[in-house]
């Protein structure tokens, strides 16, 4: 089944609040290795005129997944994870994200572009703070392949 056109427009509701938490800034830095003080060390973080740490850049991907799973889970989508690929994704900040936001992440289908026997599928999540001012926008690219994929079908005809 192909990717479904009428994505295209389609607005999701928003997520639940996500609580940014400091040890969640810290694990993602150390794992990402984010080394800046900045991320595991609140009064550095202070020192450069933040209330907390500091989110590496990336972090906005761990609230914009929230979105995804919502995009995924359509049964109408033509989305098949085991022929998807992450093949694009981008940050558009206005300020960084800080331990103690409380975040809340809207995502939108910008483009569905097709490519021989794929698509391409652009969306925008769009996050708030808990007073409604932009953070940062997310934007991802999955390419989705309409190609049999002969390893999950069988999988399937399995179950």
Do not use: C, W
């Not at 060390?41 to 997944?65: N, S």
């Not at 049964?75 to 940050?91: M, P």
């Amino acid at each position: 089944m192909p990717v479904n056109p009428d994505l295209v427009g389609r607005a999701f509701a928003p997520t639940a609040p996500y609580l940014v938490g400091r040890e969640k800034v810290r694990e993602f830095a150390r794992a990402v290795f984010a080394d800046s003080p900045q991320h595991t060390d609140v009064a550095a973080a202070q020192a450069l005129g933040f209330a907390d740490l500091v989110a590496p850049p990336t972090f906005a991907m761990v609230i914009q997944d929230q979105t995804l799973q919502q995009l995924l889970g359509l049964a109408d989508s033509g989305i098949v994870l085991s022929r998807t690929i992450h093949a694009e994704q981008r940050f558009a900040y206005t300020r960084p994200i800080v331990a103690g936001d409380e975040l809340v992440a809207t995502l939108s289908v910008t483009g569905i572009r097709a490519m021989g026997p794929a698509s391409m599928i652009t969306s925008e999540a769009e996050i708030r703070d808990a007073a409604g001012e932009h953070v940062v926008t997310a934007t991802s690219v999955l390419l989705v392949s309409d190609a049999p994929d002969a390893a999950a079908d069988a999988e399937e005809a399995r179950a």
